[in-house]
């Protein structure tokens, strides 16, 4: 076990839709990220938040935000949702950004 | 721009025999290397990463890399493969040790049978 918790675990939904995948950190842990893993584009890093800030974004589409609350919980809300966005989403936590970061077991999104 | 290529998306060795997953490195700058494994429905774990300190890296479980820059590969060692070896392994490059600047390659999937 991580430490890292994310729920749901598992989500289906149609296209079209919304939904927020959520992000327990480990505790102590200051940096969010999430990551995407499809078996079309492989493991993707999407967007970090630091106490509360985003820090670093990557291969986010427009369709998608984050945001990091004050508990560091993080969400991540995926709209207007495509079959390709059909993936397993990891959220991860550092204490800082240099050091090791703890994956959760993830969220897997089915888009049907 | 940094990359990564897994050679071989499936690897089947036999348990005891030498597991060898290779990975090769395109970075413009002295990169960092990480190898991490996900096993069934789990997130993913760092097993070793490659900082400068020594071009040997061990990590847990028996596992250790070799980085070598002629060849701009950092290949995943285990002398004696163990059922519970089986499982996906990314391996990752960074031209910055920040998490959130990590490429990942496409992943070997590595069965043991026994």
């Known amino acids: 076990d991580s430490g890292v918790t994310q729920t749901p675990k598992h989500l289906i939904t149609a296209t079209g839709q919304r939904v927020t995948l959520r992000c327990s950190p480990r505790?102590?842990?200051?940096?969010v990220y999430w990551y995407q893993q499809s078996l079309d584009q492989g493991l993707q890093f999407l967007i970090q938040?630091?106490?509360?800030?985003?820090?670093a974004k990557g291969n986010i589409l427009e369709r998608f935000s984050a945001q990091q609350f004050p508990d560091l919980h993080s969400e991540l809300n995926l709209s207007s949702l495509e079959l390709g966005d059909s993936a397993l989403y990891f959220c991860?936590?550092?204490?800082?950004?240099?050091?090791?970061?703890?994956f959760g077991q993830g969220t897997r999104l089915t888009v049907v | 721009a940094q990359s990564v290529t897994q050679l071989g998306s499936h690897v089947s060795v036999s348990e005891g025999a030498l597991v060898l997953l290779r990975c090769n490195y395109s970075?413009?700058?002295?990169?960092?290397l990480f190898w991490y494994v996900q096993y069934p429905n789990q997130g993913l774990q760092l097993l070793l990463k490659?900082?400068?300190?020594?071009?040997l890296v061990k990590g847990i479980n028996g596992f250790e890399a070799e980085f070598k820059k002629s060849e701009t590969s950092f290949h995943l060692t285990k002398p004696s493969a163990h059922m519970s070896d089986a499982a996906e392994y990314f391996c990752a490059v960074s031209e910055d040790f920040g998490n959130e600047k990590l490429t990942f390659g496409t992943g070997t999937r590595l069965t043991i049978i026994p």
């Open positions: 938040y630091y106490n509360g800030e985003e820090r």
């Open positions: 991860a936590s550092s204490v800082e950004s240099n050091t090791e970061a703890f």
């Open positions: 505790s102590g842990d200051l940096s």
């Open positions: 970075s413009s700058v002295p990169p960092y």
């Open positions: 490659y900082t400068s300190a020594a071009t």
